[in-house]
């Protein structure tokens, strides 16, 4: 069985410059994460913009939830993929970080196609399914103890065939060290094993920033 290649940084900027340019306003977000320090390692990075972009393309998906939105980068990324015709809402709890990624959805022209909801995103889940809305697909990268809840009630607000795509899944790789028990590390450990046991969809994990788990709803 062929190996998995070890991407070095080198590596990792090569396969960037090789790799179609992103839009000048993503650019812009990800310059403003670098100056917030330790924070800004909640963005996506630039190899999963990549990769949301082409299968939101290839799946021509219009219909697009996401639980976290942090500066805008990952949402700015989803609609600048999706058709004119297109829609996505962004869950997110924190006023401050959703008017950052508001002025960018504004500066970018993507406003149009993009809806803030500034709650907890347990009781904006709830309000969207007594609303029945339904989605094609739902993107979780927010606190990884309610990742669990999250996946679950994605799966109620997500057509047949959907995707439900999670970041974060390898934790810094520690999801292998025996050494690391941590509550951080521990909740996503059962949360792959248990997104592994469930029957509901089929799913594979991506090596791609801090790991991507890929489901597609049976």
């Keep these: 069985m062929g190996k998995n290649l070890e991407i070095n940084l080198k590596l990792e900027k090569y396969i960037e410059e090789l790799?179609?340019?992103?839009?000048?306003?993503?650019?812009?977000?990800i310059k403003y994460?670098?100056?917030?320090?330790?924070?800004?390692?909640?963005?996506i990075s630039v190899s999963q913009c990549h990769f949301l972009h082409l299968i939101i393309k290839i799946s021509k998906i219009k219909k697009v939830l996401e639980i976290g939105?942090?500066?805008g980068l990952s949402a700015l990324t989803i609609s600048l993929a999706l058709?004119?015709?297109?829609?996505l809402i962004a869950l997110d709890k924190?006023?401050?970080?959703?008017?950052?990624?508001?002025?960018?959805?504004?500066?970018?022209?993507?406003?149009?196609k993009i809806e803030t909801i500034i709650k907890s995103a347990l009781d904006s889940l709830n309000d969207l399914k007594k609303n029945n809305k339904k989605f094609e697909m739902i993107?979780?990268?927010?606190?990884?103890?309610?990742?669990?809840?999250?996946?679950?009630?994605?799966i109620e607000l997500l057509n047949k065939d959907g995707l439900i795509i999670i970041d974060n899944?390898?934790?810094?790789?520690?999801?292998?060290?025996?050494?690391?028990?941590?509550?951080?590390?521990?909740?996503?450990?059962?949360?792959?094993?248990?997104v592994k046991n469930d029957s509901r969809t089929e799913q594979i994990i991506m090596p791609l920033g801090d790991g991507l788990t890929v489901c597609r709803k049976l």
């Excluded at 994460?33 to 963005?43: A, C, F, V």
């Excluded at 924190?94 to 149009?112: G, H, L, R, S, W």
Aim: charged residues 30%.
């Design 19 to 29: 790799s179609y340019n992103l839009h000048p306003i993503q650019q812009e977000i």
């Design 33 to 43: 994460n670098e100056s917030l320090g330790d924070i800004k390692r909640m963005q």
């Design 69 to 71: 939105t942090f500066t």
């Design 83 to 87: 058709p004119s015709d297109g829609k």
């Design 94 to 112: 924190n006023i401050e970080t959703t008017k950052v990624a508001n002025d960018y959805f504004k500066k970018a022209n993507q406003d149009k």
């Design 139 to 154: 993107f979780i990268d927010a606190d990884k103890e309610n990742y669990k809840n999250y996946y679950d009630q994605s």
């Design 169 to 194: 899944v390898l934790w810094h790789g520690d999801v292998v060290d025996e050494t690391k028990n941590d509550k951080f590390t521990t909740n996503i450990r059962d949360f792959n094993k248990y």
